[in-house]
């Protein structure tokens, strides 16, 4: 724990102007970001007596080692700035929203030559006009099922999409009139275009247009006499209104708004977001998130609303947010909402009327969403925390290890052999320090072996970080250091516990690793999977926890979330192996001219046989390369072409059968001899002179008695048979 006046900068030193500021721990990482209007007012802050400190800013400035700020000219800029840094450093005590679901969105394509309708999750792409989020993708697919009547838009996957093309037939939605078919020439591409152009329109609230026009349409019909026209256009208008009646009224004036409501505690908060679009609500979100910094509803609001458009632009920022309190700094948060907007956004708490009656509804759903979340929550926490104290206790440590790390060697008898290392901070994965590693020392199957290599690479890395930063001999951080920049490094922070997936002599690997670099401050123990024993260095018997432990399901978890690490990595690298060709071994061919050389040829055989002037001629080949392709096939080529025994035919595969043994060089093999394909026979027992070698399946059978010689090539190839004298 840090004394706050041994890092506290002199009142002079820090300027009277906007600015954001970052806190960092003695191992250099960024644990909070901030920012000010006025820097020397706020920081100042910070350095009161500990005792008149909110207990969670007293935390953090203890934990601290270091302060820094930059300078900015306006307070939209420091807005900006932080949330930025935010996002870059993942600060620790800075609050941050997160939720366990990827929200689905109801997406069209419009970047594509046939524009798509589909449900997307995950981040946004440019060119795809999004709506929603819903809360559910089914709500999605039932809304999108009944407007396919009237916009029949394409709903396909690029590989359906191509097979009908090829076919010259649609799928089942283009016959039953719920696609154009713009894969068979139905429509033209700017046909399609204009339907998916519709089709966004009435979802972005544009729908009275087309109900009217499909309802003029209707009577059109109607007194032409065109009956089933006429019906067919009554139920189009009818599936639409069912798809409007699915998002309620519930502004009148046809408003684009998003309305914030937060539900809060001292520990914990809630935040609800409905969007509002054409007066319906057509999407919803929500997180919950630890207040973890000293902040009041009006921070939250700000954090919320920097987590939300941080990464929107256009349309995507709505003309009105509506929120329960006003930022610090409205005028600064309203202004950087306009620049992600491009144009005018106001931003307000709603006084009177239909959008103060809507906010009520979000803050009861926020406040919903706060209690199921301290349900779940409240055994979790409370799980987390004895597991962590009864590890401490059965390891005999002196604090609960709050940094776990894991490792786990994979390989598939002696090949691809790798390892992984997972990270659990609190109980909790934190997926983004997770780390993967090739065995480079040596190869074959040796997991010991391979465990102590891993332990010293991880901490010889931990080792130069502390030398680069400062942190050995007099502890100073040198005073310009280009590279510091507060992220995250790669095995920059130690562990309380190392943990190894096996027992007593991976434990000793481990451990052996870290006496050689002299880290004696870092738990080992390691867990077997037999009995779920729990190993320490220099015990002959090992800990068994009782199997109702929180600590030991939370070391199984530990060690299985590192096996499964392991093995997709494994997995991995294995498919790449076997799935290389020859032509992956020329420097600098990359595979969209792998692909153009193959297109040029037809196969690699014809590549094979190629001179280099040939391959020269394929768009984007250079001599150099060219005469590397053809070294490298020439290198991979197999040594004589396959042959039709029966007919002498030059078979034309690209890959040619494994080859069959000479008849009468085999028949006078003895044994453990080298055959001249190079295929090694065992000895067999020998009578009357006669020797005999069967090989089935495409192979070759063949049999020598008293002179005579009989060849058989089954399944599919020729059968032989050579008679001679008879010795006398």
Known sequence: MADPSSYRPKPGQIPDSPGV????????????????????????NYFQPLTSLHPRTATMVTTAASVEWTVVSTEVEALQLEYSWIKEFDPRFNVKYRDDKSYPYLAVTMNEEFPRVQVMRGHKKKGVRYFGPYAHAWAIRETVDLMLRVFPVRTCSAGVFRNAASAGRPCLLGYIGKCSAPCVGRVTPEEHRELAEEFSDFMAGRTGTYIRRLEKQMTIAAEDMEYEKAARLRDDVAALRRAMEKNAVVLADATDADLFALAEDELEAAVQIFHVRGGRVRGQRGWVTDKVEAVDTAGLVEHALQQLYGEESGEAVPKEVLVPALPEDPEAVSAWLSGRRGSLVSLRVP?????????????????????????????????????????????????????????????????DVVASMVVFEDGLPRKSEYRRFQIKGFEGQDDVRSMHEVIGRRFKRYLAEKERTGEWGDGEVPAEDPEDDGRPKRFAYPPQLVVVDGGQPQVAAAQRALDELGIDDIAVCGLAKRLEEVWLPGDDDPVVLPRSSEGLYLLQRVRDTAHDFAIRYQRSKRTKRLRTGPLDAVPGLGETRKQALIKHFGSVKRLRQATIEQICEVPGMGRKTAEAVAAALALAAPAAPAVNTATGEIMEDDVAPAPAAPAVPAAHTAAGEIMEDGADVTARPRAHGTTSTTEKHGMTSTTEKHGMTSTTEKHGTTSTTEKTEQDT
């Open 21 to 44: 500021y970052k806190f960092r721990d003695e191992h250099r990482r960024v644990i909070y970001v901030g920012k000010a209007k006025s820097l020397r007012q706020r920081l100042a």
């Open 351 to 415: 006084q009177r009327g239909d959008k103060k009656d809507l906010m009520e509804t979000v803050a009861r759903n926020a406040q919903q969403a706060l209690v199921l979340h301290k349900t779940k929550r409240a055994s979790d926490l409370t799980t987390r925390s004895r597991a962590l104290e009864e590890i401490a206790e059965a390891l005999d440590l002196d604090s609960a290890p709050l940094r776990i790390e894991c490792f786990d060697i994979s390989h598939l008898q002696g090949e």
